[in-house]
């Protein structure tokens, strides 16, 4: 569940997460945020739907990580010494029939790879929808089994790809329980504090050295304020 949310995140850019894991069944998330705005839109992101479907380049639904994907049916592999994306295929003969509509039934026969596909907005013409797309592969013919996913990748693109992939086949749904914010104001008090109290605790050194050892002691803090 750590490495999902962590996907979900990744794949919209935030950085600078903090996720840990409270118990069997509750996540810690801390992260920082600009804004009111921002810190919703992170809440947003994280409660929302992060399932992977498989769309042609017009956005119908083909199939969703669910109806053909093994539990995490995606992995880093090796093609030729190349990094490439592995799928493994639970579902064999909804796989055929997938693919073999887009090979043989659509004009470019792109097969689109989605995480969290929103139908009122998100569209494979829309630049803004970009985000949200793994891959657009080229499927040349049907397949029964597992398959590859080739491209310009590195094995730390393609290692990328196939938790992204694994991220949106598991089926669960966060859930949030509680939100605590802290503001700059937060911080800023907190450094006035203490530096108070720093300065209460050096009266009260000086004063202490000041009785026990009179003008020595004296000069003593003197020289620990100046320091």
């Given at each position: 569940?750590?490495?999902?949310?962590?996907?979900?995140?990744d794949?919209?850019?935030?950085?600078?997460?903090?996720i840990?894991?409270?118990g069997?069944?509750?996540?810690?998330?801390?992260?920082?945020?600009q804004?009111?705005?921002?810190?919703?839109?992170?809440r947003?992101?994280?409660?929302?739907?992060?399932?992977?479907?498989?769309?042609?380049?017009?956005?119908?639904?083909?199939?969703?990580?669910?109806d053909?994907?093994?539990d995490?049916?995606?992995?880093?592999?090796?093609q030729?010494?190349?990094?490439?994306v592995?799928?493994?295929?639970?579902?064999?003969d909804?796989?055929?029939?997938?693919?073999?509509?887009?090979s043989?039934s659509?004009?470019?026969?792109?097969?689109?790879?989605?995480?969290?596909?929103?139908?009122?907005?998100?569209?494979y013409?829309?630049?803004?929808?970009?985000?949200?797309?793994?891959?657009?592969?080229?499927?040349?013919?049907?397949?029964?089994?597992?398959?590859?996913?080739?491209?310009?990748?590195?094995?730390a693109?393609a290692?990328?790809m196939?938790n992204?992939?694994?991220?949106g086949?598991?089926?669960?749904?966060?859930?949030e329980?509680?939100?605590?914010?802290?503001?700059?104001?937060?911080?800023?008090?907190?450094f006035?504090?203490?530096?108070?109290?720093?300065a209460?605790?050096?009266v009260a050194?000086?004063?202490l050295?000041?009785?026990?050892?009179?003008i020595?002691?004296?000069?003593?803090?003197?020289?620990?304020?100046?320091?």
């Amino acid at each position: 569940a750590l490495e999902v949310v962590a996907n979900r995140l990744d794949i919209s850019g935030v950085k600078s997460v903090g996720i840990t894991a409270s118990g069997d069944d509750k996540i810690i998330i801390t992260v920082a945020s600009q804004n009111e705005k921002e810190t919703l839109e992170l809440r947003e992101l994280l409660t929302s739907n992060a399932e992977i479907t498989f769309r042609d380049s017009q956005d119908n639904l083909l199939a969703t990580a669910g109806d053909v994907l093994k539990d995490n049916g995606a992995r880093l592999d090796y093609q030729d010494g190349s990094p490439v994306v592995g799928l493994s295929i639970s579902n064999s003969d909804r796989w055929y029939e997938v693919t073999n509509y887009v090979s043989s039934s659509t004009q470019d026969q792109l097969m689109v790879i989605w995480v969290g596909f929103d139908p009122e907005v998100d569209s494979y013409q829309n630049p803004d929808s970009q985000g949200k797309i793994i891959s657009a592969a080229t499927v040349g013919q049907p397949f029964y089994g597992d398959v590859i996913i080739t491209g310009s990748f590195d094995a730390a693109s393609a290692q990328k790809m196939a938790n992204l992939i694994k991220a949106g086949s598991i089926d669960f749904k966060l859930i949030e329980l509680s939100v605590s914010s802290i503001g700059a104001s937060y911080g800023e008090t907190a450094f006035q504090n203490s530096l108070f109290a720093g300065a209460i605790a050096l009266v009260a050194i000086t004063i202490l050295m000041t009785i026990l050892y009179g003008i020595g002691g004296l000069t003593s803090s003197v020289s620990l304020f100046i320091y």
